[in-house]
């Protein structure tokens, strides 16, 4: 099970920075047993156990440094679920490109759309006008 991408991204980049800020956690995010998709799966199971639905920051990572700091954790059933993250995305140079790209591409695409139906549309025949005599033409 994989909770939401941006979730799992999260405490990925969470964990990674704590190696940074903590040289002793690093063998134990090497260890072979364990991964970031049982990691989120122990910490869903955990917030279910728990019966919330909000969790601060610090609760969520704290469950996830206690999976890699334990070697006999019981990780539990994956779950289906749907995860909100309430953080800013920052997006790489290269991603921002990508999405610019996307959306010149989409207003390019609604442009001719636009255009598109305008030509489609039935043009109006322009009748021509019948004169009428007048009584002053007789």
């Known amino acids: ?29 090497m260890k072979p047993n364990k ?7 122990y910490i869903l199971n955990q917030v279910q156990a728990s019966g919330c639905n909000g969790f601060e920051d610090d609760e969520i990572y704290s469950m996830a440094v206690h999976y890699y700091d334990e070697d006999e954790i019981e990780v539990g059933k994956a779950i289906t ?38 030509n489609a549309r039935p043009q109006k025949k ?3 006008e019948v004169a009428q005599p007048s009584l002053f033409d007789f």
């Open 126 to 128: 322009e009748t021509t």
């Open 35 to 41: 991964s970031i998709e049982e990691c989120v799966t």
């Open 81 to 118: 679920c749907r995860v909100a993250v309430n953080h800013i995305v920052e997006l790489t140079e290269e991603e921002k490109a990508e999405a610019r790209q996307e959306a010149i591409a989409q207003y390019q695409r609604e442009e001719l759309a636009k255009i598109q139906s305008r």
């Open 1 to 29: 099970m994989k909770g939401t991408e941006h979730f799992t991204r999260a405490i990925a980049e969470y964990l990674n920075g704590r190696v940074a800020t903590d040289p002793l956690f690093a063998p134990n995010l």
